[in-house]
């Protein structure tokens, strides 16, 4: 359901449940008896549309009419609704059908409500009229909170947009300065795939065996078992244009691994907090965001399943995630709408996910 449906669907019970208030007034006059009939209704009816349990209620109110003939048992402080309209007949047949279904209840409701009336039990008036007044702040308070539901609902809907938005312009500008820088990165990466190849990949750091997998000397960032599989590649919601790597919903702390064999590079701009990128042999890159913490510093060699950091919420980051993004030989790391799908660059190393 969008924010727009959600609001939308919000508006309707509200006004159904306004709806259904006026009944319980509006027929006031007649007379005690007829004044319980619409009151269980509605009561019954708001219930519905509340979840409220109001058994006690109907049955209290059922047996009062008998005791009280001239009391109308209605918060007079209401506003006078005598004059009532019916129906607004352009309702949606949806709506129309909803509020059919509010205004008259089910078989086995007027079953049940008719028990209630035919239990002679005796029932204290002030007692009713105390649960009553219960049952219809309840209604009110219920109402409230749909109000302010729907209230929240606007301004995280706008809140949503604003940042949308922040973070498009937090992205170009960054993007701008990596490809400003893009010569130098260039040259990074050219001189990391030659370490890489002097060096073999040796490195001092300590490399997890148990996350290597079998085939292709690739590594999962996280270990399995620590993460769930977050927003995908291309993904198009609360993001800039649309989401340009693979995130990974961890625990912040959470360790997270090289996927590939390669030489820290620079890291990019603010979007991405805390974030590393790793300049493989063969051109290709890998970027790690939104870490807490780094374990690993700038032009070290870093093997595949080497811890690089953890799991963080830095940068325009909204919950504890890695957002990891993998960038083809020829492309500059951090000019994030040059990235490819991580999860092929993943599988091509031998990780399945
Ligand atoms: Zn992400």
């Known amino acids: 359901m969008t924010n727009s449906e959600a609001v939308r669907n919000l508006r309707n019970t509200r006004t159904l449940r306004a709806r259904v208030a006026p009944v319980v007034e509006f027929e006031a006059d007649r007379g005690p008896r007829s004044v319980v009939r619409p009151l269980v209704t509605g009561l019954v009816a708001a219930s519905l549309s509340l979840g409220v349990a109001v058994g006690v209620v109907t049955a209290a109110s059922a047996s009062a009419s008998k005791q009280d003939q ?24 949806e709506q129309q059908a909803i509020e059919a279904r509010l205004n008259k209840p089910a078989a086995q409701d007027q079953g049940a409500l008719k028990a209630f009336e035919q239990r002679g039990t005796t029932v204290n008036r002030n007692s009713v009229r105390a649960q009553l007044s219960a049952e219809l702040n309840n209604t ?74 079998s085939s292709g000397g690739g590594s999962l960032p996280l270990k399995a078992g620590t993460f769930h599989m977050g927003a995908g590649f291309g993904a198009t919601g609360s993001w800039a244009r649309y989401h340009t790597g693979q995130d990974f919903v961890a625990a912040c702390g959470t360790p997270v691994y090289a996927a590939s064999t390669g030489v820290v590079g620079t890291s990019v701009g603010g979007w991405a907090g805390y974030s590393l990128v790793l300049n493989h042999a063969n051109g290709t890159s890998t970027l790690y965001a939104h870490l807490s913490r780094h374990a690993v510093a700038q032009g070290q060699v870093v093997k595949a399943g080497q ?18 993004e993998y960038y083809p030989a020829g492309t500059t790391p951090g000019d994030v709408y040059s990235t490819g799908n991580p999860l092929a660059f993943l599988r091509a190393i031998g990780v399945g996910i």
Request: net charge positive; hydrophobic share 35%.
């Open 70 to 93: 001239t009391s109308s048992m209605v918060d007079r402080n209401a506003p006078d609704t005598s004059s009532a309209k019916p129906i607004d007949k352009t309702l949606s047949a």
């Open 140 to 213: 009110t308070n219920s109402s409230r909170s749909v109000e302010l539901g729907e209230t929240n609902a606007d301004v995280t809907s706008a809140q949503a947009a604003a940042q949308q938005k922040q973070l498009q312009q937090l992205m170009d500008a960054d993007v701008a300065k990596v490809k400003k820088e893009a010569g130098r990165i260039k040259q990074e990466k050219v001189k990391a795939a030659a370490l890489l190849k002097s060096s073999g990949g040796s490195t001092t750091g300590p490399v997890d065996l148990s996350i290597l997998t």
């Open 307 to 324: 811890l690089i950091g953890y799991v963080g919420n830095t940068g325009r980051s909204f919950g504890c995630h890695l957002h990891f």
